[in-house]
C-alpha cells in the first residue's frame, strides 16, 4: 500500500462492496499462486501466502478506512489471534495508515465552516502528522497555540451500517452462527462505531471525563476548542510526548516505566469505580508518554467510551472477587446472571462452562487481587495468551459456538486485555489499590 495522500474515499455502498469483492479475488489469487508454486517444486511457504494477503487485506482497510479499519486496530491488540504476518501490518493501523490529500481536507473544512482552515487558523499545515481509521490530525497554530485539528474521513459515519451488513454474512459463515444469536453483540458494536464518528460527543466526553479526572497523578489531557470543532472536525491542544513504541527507544528508567504504568492504571480504575464510563479503546495511538516530572501520560481520544450499567459494574466486579472463585455456587449463580449459563444446559456443559470460567476469572482477577503487580515480567501476558490457545483447542469448547454472556462485557474486555498489554509493553510494575489522588 503507497503511502501517497489519497484523493478519494470509497464512501458509496457500491463501491465500498466492490472494493471488498476486489479484495476477496486478490486474496483468491494469492491462494492459487501459492498452491501452484508448491506443483511445481517451487518454494512458497505458508508465511509467504500470510504476508501477500495480509498486505492485500490492510491495503483494503486502509484505503476504506472507517470501520473495518477499527477491526483491524482491534486484531493487532490481539496479537495471539493472528498470524504474525497480519499483526504485523494491522499493528501499523494504531499510528499511520495513508492520508487524504490537502485538497479533500480544505473542502472538509469549507463544508463545515464555509472558510478554509487557512483562513481559520494562523497557520494551518496541509499535511497529516498522523492519520488513522476515523480520521486524521493536523497541526495548527491559533493565537500562539499549538492546536491538533483532527479531520474526520468523508463517507465515514454513512459508512458503517453498510460496512458491517458487508463483513456480517462472511463472519456468520465462518463461526457457524445465525442472527439472532449474534445481533446484541452486533448491535452494541455498531453504537460504539457510530458514536466515534460524533466529534461533538468526543468534545463533550473529553471535556467531562478531564475535569472529573483532574486530581489523578501525572495524567495530562487536552483542552478542546467547541469554536473551531463540528461533528467531523475536532480541535484539541496538541500535546507534547511520544507514541509506546517511540518512547520505549528512548530506554527511559524503571521509576519512569513505574510511574507511567501507574497514571495509566489509577486513570482506568478511577474511570471503571467512580465514574461507571471507561475510555475504551487503549491501543498505543491514544496515548502519549514522556519522561518529564518523572513520567507523565497524556490521553487522547474519547471518540469511544463505555458506559457502564450499574447492574453490569455490580456483575464484573462480582465475577472478580477472591471470594467468587473459591466459592462454587456463587459462581454458578453470577455466570446465569450473567447469561453464560442456562437452566437449558445439559450438566456437563455446564460443568465445562464453570471449570472454564474458574480458570480465566483467576488468571484474568489476579491483578486485582494483589496489592502490587509486576506487568514488566511478560510471564503473565503469555499465560493469558496461553489460556486463550487452550480455550481454543478444547474440542468442546469449539463445539459451543453460540455467544454468551452480555454484550457490555465485549468492551469491558477489550479495554482490559488493552490495558494489561500496554502495561506489559511498558515493563510497569503498578500498586494496584484504589486509585491515589493528590
Same mark, same amino acid.
Given at each position: 500500500?503507497?503511502?501517497?495522500?489519497?484523493?478519494?474515499?470509497? !464512501?458509496? &455502498?457500491?463501491?465500498? /462492496?466492490?472494493?471488498?469483492?476486489k479484495?476477496?479475488?486478490?486474496?483468491?489469487?494469492?491462494?492459487?499462486?501459492?498452491?501452484?508454486?508448491?506443483? %511445481?517444486?517451487?518454494?512458497?511457504?505458508?508465511?509467504?501466502?500470510?504476508?501477500?494477503?495480509?498486505?492485500?487485506?490492510?491495503?483494503?482497510?486502509?484505503?476504506?478506512?472507517?470501520s473495518v479499519? &477499527?477491526?483491524?486496530?482491534?486484531?493487532?491488540?490481539?496479537? =495471539?489471534m493472528? #498470524?504474525?504476518?497480519?499483526a504485523?501490518?494491522?499493528a501499523?493501523?494504531?499510528y499511520?495508515?495513508?492520508?487524504?490529500?490537502?485538497?479533500?481536507?480544505? &473542502?472538509?473544512?469549507?463544508?463545515?465552516?464555509g472558510?478554509?482552515? *487557512?483562513?481559520?487558523?494562523?497557520?494551518?499545515?496541509?499535511?497529516?502528522?498522523?492519520? /488513522?481509521?476515523?480520521?486524521?490530525?493536523?497541526?495548527?497554530?491559533?493565537?500562539?497555540?499549538?492546536?491538533a485539528?483532527?479531520?474526520?474521513?468523508?463517507?465515514?459515519?454513512?459508512?458503517?451500517?453498510?460496512?458491517?451488513r458487508?463483513? &456480517?454474512?462472511?463472519?456468520?459463515?465462518?463461526?457457524?452462527?445465525?442472527?439472532?444469536? %449474534?445481533?446484541?453483540?452486533?448491535?452494541?458494536?455498531? @453504537?460504539?462505531?457510530?458514536?466515534? @464518528?460524533?466529534?461533538?460527543?468526543?468534545?463533550?466526553?473529553g471535556?467531562?471525563?478531564?475535569?472529573?479526572?483532574?486530581?489523578?497523578?501525572?495524567?495530562?489531557f487536552?483542552?478542546?476548542?467547541?469554536?473551531?470543532?463540528?461533528?467531523?472536525?475536532?480541535t484539541?491542544?496538541?500535546?507534547?510526548?511520544?507514541?509506546?513504541?517511540?518512547?520505549?527507544?528512548?530506554?527511559?528508567?524503571?521509576?519512569?516505566? =513505574?510511574?507511567?504504568?501507574?497514571?495509566?492504571?489509577?486513570? *482506568?480504575?478511577?474511570q471503571?469505580?467512580?465514574?461507571?464510563?471507561?475510555?475504551?479503546? #487503549?491501543?498505543?495511538?491514544?496515548?502519549?508518554m514522556?519522561?518529564?516530572?518523572?513520567? !507523565?501520560?497524556?490521553?487522547?481520544?474519547?471518540?469511544?467510551?463505555k458506559? %457502564?450499567?450499574?447492574?453490569?459494574?455490580?456483575?464484573? !466486579?462480582?465475577?472478580?472477587?477472591?471470594?467468587?472463585?473459591?466459592?462454587?455456587g456463587?459462581?454458578?449463580?453470577?455466570?446465569?446472571?450473567?447469561?453464560?449459563?442456562?437452566?437449558?444446559?445439559?450438566?456437563a456443559?455446564?460443568?465445562?462452562y464453570?471449570?472454564?470460567?474458574?480458570?480465566?476469572?483467576?488468571?484474568?482477577?489476579?491483578?486485582?487481587?494483589?496489592? !502490587?503487580?509486576?506487568?514488566?515480567? #511478560?510471564? *503473565?501476558?503469555?499465560?493469558?495468551?496461553?489460556?486463550?490457545?487452550?480455550?481454543? /483447542?478444547?474440542?468442546?469448547?469449539?463445539?459451543?459456538?453460540?455467544?454468551?454472556?452480555?454484550?457490555?462485557?465485549?468492551?469491558? =474486555?477489550?479495554?482490559?486485555?488493552?490495558?494489561?498489554?500496554?502495561?506489559t509493553?511498558?515493563? /510497569?510494575?503498578?500498586? @494496584?489499590?484504589?486509585?491515589?489522588?493528590?
Open positions: 500500500m503507497s503511502d501517497e495522500p489519497q484523493t478519494s474515499l470509497p !464512501t458509496t &455502498k457500491v463501491a465500498r /462492496a466492490a472494493r471488498f469483492a479484495t476477496g479475488f486478490n486474496v483468491g489469487t494469492n491462494y492459487i499462486k501459492h498452491y501452484a508454486k508448491k506443483a %511445481v517444486g517451487a518454494e512458497s511457504t505458508t508465511e509467504d501466502l500470510h504476508a501477500a494477503n495480509a498486505a492485500e487485506l490492510y491495503g483494503t482497510l486502509s484505503e476504506m478506512k472507517g479499519l &477499527k477491526v483491524a486496530q482491534m486484531l493487532a491488540m490481539e496479537k =495471539n493472528l #498470524p504474525t504476518a497480519y504485523e501490518q494491522f501499523q493501523a494504531q499511520q495508515t495513508p492520508p487524504l490529500s490537502g485538497p479533500l481536507v480544505v &473542502k472538509a473544512f469549507r463544508d463545515a465552516f472558510k478554509s482552515p *487557512y483562513q481559520l487558523f494562523d497557520e494551518f499545515e496541509p499535511e497529516a502528522r498522523q492519520a /488513522a481509521s476515523i480520521g486524521q490530525v493536523h497541526f495548527a497554530r491559533k493565537d500562539g497555540k499549538a492546536l485539528v483532527k479531520v474526520q474521513y468523508p463517507g465515514v459515519a454513512d459508512s458503517i451500517k453498510s460496512d458491517i458487508l463483513v &456480517k454474512p462472511i463472519a456468520l459463515r465462518v463461526m457457524g452462527l445465525n442472527e439472532a444469536q %449474534v445481533r446484541p453483540y452486533l448491535e452494541e458494536v455498531e @453504537t460504539r462505531l457510530l458514536e466515534e @464518528t460524533d466529534y461533538k460527543l468526543e468534545l463533550r466526553r471535556q467531562e471525563i478531564a475535569a472529573q479526572c483532574h486530581g489523578l497523578k501525572h495524567l495530562q487536552p483542552s478542546y476548542y467547541p469554536e473551531y470543532s463540528t461533528a467531523r472536525i475536532l484539541m491542544d496538541w500535546l507534547s510526548g511520544q507514541h509506546l513504541k517511540e518512547f520505549l527507544a528512548t530506554n527511559p528508567s524503571q521509576e519512569v516505566r =513505574n510511574q507511567i504504568g501507574q497514571a495509566l492504571w489509577d486513570f *482506568y480504575q478511577f471503571f469505580n467512580e465514574l461507571h464510563r471507561l475510555h475504551a479503546d #487503549p491501543h498505543p495511538g491514544n496515548f502519549l514522556q519522561a518529564k516530572d518523572g513520567g !507523565t501520560l497524556g490521553v487522547l481520544d474519547f471518540g469511544c467510551v458506559e %457502564v450499567p450499574a447492574d453490569v459494574y455490580q456483575l464484573f !466486579t462480582a465475577l472478580l472477587a477472591p471470594e467468587t472463585i473459591a466459592d462454587e456463587r459462581l454458578t449463580a453470577l455466570l446465569t446472571q450473567a447469561g453464560v449459563l442456562r437452566a437449558s444446559d445439559a450438566p456443559l455446564q460443568a465445562l464453570l471449570r472454564t470460567l474458574q480458570v480465566s476469572l483467576e488468571l484474568v482477577g489476579r491483578p486485582f487481587r494483589q496489592p !502490587t503487580f509486576n506487568f514488566g515480567d #511478560p510471564a *503473565y501476558m503469555a499465560a493469558l495468551y496461553a489460556l486463550s490457545d487452550d480455550l481454543m /483447542a478444547d474440542p468442546e469448547l469449539r463445539k459451543q459456538r453460540e455467544p454468551r454472556g452480555s454484550e457490555h462485557f465485549i468492551y469491558l =474486555n477489550r479495554t482490559y486485555v488493552g490495558l494489561f498489554a500496554l502495561l509493553e511498558l515493563g /510497569a510494575a503498578v500498586e @494496584t489499590g484504589v486509585a491515589r489522588t493528590l
